[in-house]
């Protein structure tokens, strides 16, 4: 019997996410046993609400782009499920909703906050004896998914700093006899350095920056960092520093987390980059410049790797293969099997292994004085950030039709 | 006779100025009467410390490839030459060394503040009867040059701007139900809102930002301004504000002057974004994020704009050919000749008509609430960042042999 299926974002956009919806609505047509695929707005809340998009009222181009598309395109959200017990009700809403709109097939593309709801709702539609394949779909930058070799997501993130600490690098290079000498830039991770630690990879080119890289793993030593940064500057006529928005002093507290007032007495909003310029300037007293890339880093997909693109969509691929072939409670994931030349394939992993469960940097990844990497981690980041992306002639997005399907339920509250 | 060519870079570097070094070493090859190309490490401290670099010594490859190499690769300064009399042993020495080399001929690479440089001396040369053809080629993020339609830099500096509003309006849109509604990108522009400006292009494609821009012709009014972003995030559920970082009060302060003090008691360093999105905390308690471009703006060669890099090209070019066809104190610039399709040709001017005189936005380019841009000025801006970037299989930059010329003078000091 035909089913249809719903697919929803979750969390924090990727450059390359609405490449894993673009596969899921293609592939999804190839098979007489998926009816439409229903994309939830907002993510999860769209189930929850009952404001369910109808993707085949979409033009097959706009699918097709979406891999070349930023954000969410069907909107995502922070909304996590608490556990059944607690969250009963919303987990009941859910499997009424899928009943109400014949939906047997659940992709949930998110982080392990996701496949934590992923498998829970998996578990919850077989207490009720109402069948249901929940799939999730791996997207994170933050790379800490476990079991799986990254998270499609990251590597384009990863492209992103690797390119702009080589450009920002060759900037400060041209100025530092006689302006800014230090340049700091803030990237995404607030627990596991990946982000941070894949700067790394710039030191292939010339100048050879970053030359202090500062990760959530290692604790922030004020004094060595500065005379780290002094003695940088002083062999080398500069010092590019690029640091996680996660790192932490001895005490477990947040360096972003500032302690400074502002002219009405509030807290300011953090921000690594500052904090630490501003450290430099006082004890230091050297000129520098600092930069915080936020969502340009993550929604950059004019310069997403093509690898992860190609990830995201294979994953995305995938799960509809897996969901046909009767497969429940299962994330499809990357496995490396080759480093030179890089050879990757997707398998399929039980949820329980993943959900919640954090990956940070491996201690082996990390160089000893704490501010770089090792060959080895070069060797991992590497393959993740190649692959060009197509030039686009336009940077023109299209909004969709995002045609919601008629409602059948009384509202959610 | 055969002489020598100097070739400086002076100010901030852009994505592009190296192009313009490229264009003048490849011309200058053509013409027997131009010997070697010596190009100043460090701008025009090279030529007062006689550190000239031999650009003959360098690949054709890698006088090629800097058409795509951020940075200036010779070294820039911030190093102001006074008015004659203040300053007259710095311009008997730059002359001493142009005589001890056989220089005659002199392209200075910068901004308004280097026009005036190289009007100067190209003064002191005539006085002291040293045959000295001296052409200032342009150069500035800024567009704030005089006369000149545009200044090379400044194109690729719009063109990542409005894609970096692009696709972070796409993020930030996606989650705006259940998180951050606010997002606030600050550029550069400390006296003239070009940059920021040019976001303006963004609003062409979905979803619509910014719908904020911020610009230092427009005091800034921080009721008007929290009301405005209020408006805009209960009509549209987010709300995208790009702002120039030279953005000032009613009293004439600049914003990123904080009046905060961190642990220290100490003034914090500035940034427009963080004080923006502070306010939008304090005063609308609306979750925001804040992105700070900085040097990545202005180094982002795997965004240039093709028609930046090739009017860079270009007015190295025409810098050559002035200075054989014996022009002196002028500088080649663009002439804008049709909107669309966009036509433009290189065209000489003298120097007095450009140096240390700031060209602002036009009033006719700045919408009547301040808070945007009208269609004027799109049309401005539409065709500067148009052109791709050839893809570049590797982002790895050479070093060059960077080989000096040995000195014949005494140390300068």
Same mark, same amino acid.
């Given at each position: 019997m035909k089913k249809n299926a719903f697919y929803a974002q979750s969390g924090g956009v990727t450059s390359v996410i609405n490449a894993s919806a673009s596969a899921v609505i293609l592939e999804a047509k *190839?098979?007489? =046993?998926?009816g439409k695929v229903f994309a939830g707005k907002n993510g999860i809340l769209g189930a929850l609400r009952e &404001? /369910?998009?109808?993707?085949? *009222? &979409?033009?097959k181009k706009f699918i097709e782009d979406l891999q070349f598309r930023p954000g969410g395109v069907f909107g995502s959200c922070r909304y996590k499920l608490k556990g059944i017990d607690e969250s009963l009700n919303e987990y009941l809403r859910l499997i009424e909703v899928f009943k109400a709109h014949n939906i047997g097939y659940f992709f949930y593309n998110g982080g392990n906050d996701s496949a934590d709801t992923a498998l829970k709702i998996s578990q919850i539609s077989k207490k009720l004896n109402y069948p249901l394949q929940c799939i999730a779909i791996p997207k994170t930058? #933050? @790379? #800490? /998914?476990?079991?799986? #070799?990254?998270?499609? $997501?990251f590597g384009s993130v990863a492209k992103y700093v690797v390119t702009s600490t080589i450009e920002a690098a060759l900037d400060v290079e041209s100025m530092c &006899?006689?302006?800014?000498?230090v340049f700091v830039l803030e990237v995404m991770g607030r627990h596991a350095g990946w982000i941070a630690g894949s700067?790394? /990879?710039? =030191? #292939?080119?010339?100048?050879?920056?970053?030359?202090i890289i500062l990760l959530p793993e290692v604790t922030f030593n004020q004094q060595r960092f500065l005379a780290k940064v002094k003695k940088t500057v002083k062999e080398n006529g500069f010092c590019v520093v690029v640091a996680s928005e996660g790192i932490k002093d001895a005490k477990g507290k947040? /360096?972003? &987390?500032? @302690?400074s007032k502002d002219a009405f007495g509030h807290s300011q909003l953090g921000g690594v980059a500052p904090r630490l310029a501003g450290l430099i300037n006082q004890k230091l007293k050297i000129k520098n410049h600092w930069a915080v890339a936020d969502y340009l880093q993550r929604s950059a997909s004019h310069l997403s790797s093509g690898v992860d693109r190609k990830q995201a969509f294979e994953v995305g691929k995938k799960a509809v293969q897996y969901a046909v072939e $009767?497969? @429940? $409670?299962?994330m499809p994931i990357i496995k490396r099997t080759? @480093?030179?030349p890089y050879r990757w394939q997707v398998v399929s992993e039980r949820l329980n292994k993943i959900a919640n469960v954090e990956k940070k940097l491996p201690?082996?990844?990390?160089s000893k004085d704490g501010f770089g990497l090792t060959n080895k981690a070069k060797a991992y980041f =590497?393959?993740?950030?190649e692959g060009e992306v197509q030039s686009r002639k336009k940077m023109i997005y299209e909004s969709g039709k995002m045609q919601m399907v008629a409602k059948k339920l009384r509202p959610w509250s």
């Open positions: *190839k098979y007489p =046993q998926i &404001e /369910l998009i109808d993707t085949s *009222k &979409e033009s930058v #933050d @790379n #800490d /998914l476990a079991v799986t #070799d990254c998270c499609p $997501g &006899e006689t302006s800014t000498k700067s790394v /990879l710039a =030191q #292939d080119s010339h100048p050879g920056a970053p030359h947040f /360096l972003a &987390e500032s @302690n $009767g497969m @429940n $409670g299962v080759s @480093n030179t201690a082996s990844f990390i =590497q393959p993740l950030i």
